[in-house]
């Protein structure tokens, strides 16, 4: 297991394979009074096909992924959350810039909802987009269960209909021998101190290797999510003729030409591509044949979507792109907070003193309490924030990895630009809430605090946030 991710390695599937009989859409979620219903309930499911062992999942809806929510910019979003699991859960609207009280953080913004319990989440998405919705209580086993969905905001104008626009929701499962999730490794130490949960076995919105049929002479716009607990995704957009529209629900001004061998989309990042045949003197989508979605971080290339195309019968010219840009304020770098953040610990890094719950832990306590990565010292949340500041703020997060691995970093209830890496001023500063560090880098990001609250700042690779990687902060 580990890096190799493939159906190759664990077992095979039959050559047979199963009829692909309509476009691998998720199902949209349904409104009930102006109120979307979401559940979150166990199910049995197959991911690795018939012949293969059923897995116990927790999903909203009964689905994998859970029901695609799609709302315009601006709207008001209700939905009635109804926990049917024998677990106290909360749901939180990952990337949204979201009112505090219902941003789903349980133990900071709200209290986790019983089993058989209900919550109202009412929210207002300010920012047209690809986000996701996922568990953000016990993180690291109900999101690996598969407690998570899309939600689509849609711009009040756009160059893509519901057709031409399609969400993949990318996981990444550990299966054991028979097929099924392997739930004996779920919070095993290992994971927690080295890379995080890794799984063996990729699906697209919850099949293994999809197939979309698409129009030639046509736009399209791919919506990839990752929904992984801890898999750095590797794709590659130039191997499918693509552009990037925009990183975590913010789009460029134009679309951009991607020249690197591959692309990396850490746990919860999202990466809208352009797949199209008015590219401009490029290669026409008719030209480049039907194509695979590779990712690449496994030992080899491993096809986990495929794209067929048909001549389409009436062309129509494809409707221009048209992309809108998310209104939010610039900060003011000359005139920011500066907050240091360190990120020490895991396996083969230099832990240091680690206090947790007010405590000093001690080399044995490790195991025990499963603490072994801290912010400035501190595992997991601090009594007092990683900073206070008063709304309207400029800050820059100066975040220093001192570990030996690789994190994806997340703000809540803001997106930040990423300023410099190393010291080097970015040529290109991106809107992002999730950014990826390597080891012994140093990031900058700035934003500004603009939305009162109490806010998590955590890594994404979830177990790295239950052993430790957690912070917040407070805008007053
Ligand atoms: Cu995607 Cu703290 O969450
Ligand atoms: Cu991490």
New binding site residues.
Partial sequence: MHRSLSRRDVFKLGASGLAVLHMPQLALAELRDGVFELRAMKSRVKLAGENHAASDLWLYNGETPGPEIRVKRGQRVQVRFTNQLDHPTSVHWHGIRIANSMDGVSGLTQDPVPPGGTFAYDFVVPDAGTFWYHAHTKSWEQVARGLYGPLIVDELESGFDRAHDLTLMIDDWRLGNDGALHVASLGAFRDWSHAGRLGNWLTVNGRSEPEFKLNSEENYRLRLINASNARVLQISPKTMNARILGFDGFSFAKPRQHNSEYLAIAPAQRVDLLISSQNNGDVALNDIGDFALQELSGREALSIAKFKFSKTATRQPAKPVVLTQNAIDTPDLKNAVRVPLVMTGGAMGRLGDVTYKGKKLNRGDYQRTKQVWAFNGVANLADEPLFRVERGQSVIVETENRTG?L?GMHVHGHHFLIVSRNGLQERVRNWRDTFVIDRDETVEIAFVADNPGKWLLH?H?LE?AAAG?RTWFEVV
Avoid: A, E, K, T
């Fill in positions: 691995w994190h890594c690779m790295h990687m």
